[in-house]
Each structure stands twice: as structure tokens, then as C-alpha cells.
Nanobody
Framework: QLQLVESGGGQVQPGGSLRLSCVASKFSLDYYAIGWLRQAPGEEREGIACISTSDRSTYYADSVKGRFTVSKDNAKNTWYLEMNNLKPEDTGVYFC??????????????????WGQGTQVTVSS
């Protein structure tokens, strides 16, 4: 069964950058995508970015488009979320996730059925 482990969270000042990593063990192409979702305090978990495992197409929420980039290390089962120009509203717990469910919902949290444990990102001066 797929296991996902995130790392790279921390505290950063507004305008700063962080890179999150997601290591996937027992990964195969049975898993359709790697998604990044975040949950701010008191808010629902929202999808912010996704990369297809078949053709590497990417999808972004409007709130992060142009600032965040998803990518994969071709030599490893490791995916990254590069976050630039961070804002206080980017604060939250960030999760990587994957799915074996049919359909296509890259930014829909209900589409994902495998989750990492999350990593905290705090943007504050």
C-alpha cells in the first residue's frame, strides 16, 4: 500500500520561499496523481496543486498560480511543491495525497484516498 511522507515545512517571512517534499513508497502508475492540499486553521482542506503521474500535466488553484510549482524528481519517487512569494494566508498544514479512484478531480479533496501526515507551514513576520 502506498505510503506518503511530507517534509520541508517551517516558518518563513512573507515574500519568502519553501520547498516541500513528498516521498512515496510502493508507488506505481496505479496511482493517478500526486496532489498537494492544505488546511488552514478553522478551514476545510483545499486542493492547491496536482501533477498527473502519467503525463506530468499540472493543475493549480488560482490562489497559488504563478507562485507555486509542482515537480517530480525523475530518479526518485519524490515530488516537490516549490512555494515562492509566500503570504500569511498560505499558512496551514500541507498534505500530499494520491488516488486510485476513478474520475478526475485534481483539486478536489474527495478524489484522494491516500494521504501523508502533513507538514506545517507558517508565514509570519
Amino acid at each position: 500500500q502506498l505510503q506518503l511522507v511530507e517534509s520541508g515545512g517551517g516558518q518563513v517571512q512573507p515574500g519568502g520561499s519553501l520547498r516541500l517534499s513528498c516521498v512515496a513508497s510502493k508507488f506505481s502508475l496505479d496511482y493517478y496523481a500526486i496532489g498537494w492540499l492544505r488546511q488552514a486553521p478553522g478551514e476545510e482542506r483545499e486542493g492547491i496543486a496536482c501533477i498527473s503521474t502519467s503525463d506530468r500535466s499540472t493543475y493549480y488553484a488560482d490562489s497559488v498560480k504563478g507562485r507555486f510549482t509542482v515537480s517530480k524528481d525523475n530518479a526518485k519517487n519524490t515530488w516537490y511543491l516549490e512555494m515562492n512569494n509566500l503570504k500569511p494566508e498560505d499558512t496551514g498544514v500541507y498534505f500530499c495525497a494520491s488516488t486510485t479512484l476513478q474520475g478526475w478531480g485534481p483539486l478536489n479533496r474527495s478524489w484522494y484516498n491516500y494521504w501523508g501526515q502533513g507538514t506545517q507551514v507558517t508565514v509570519s513576520s
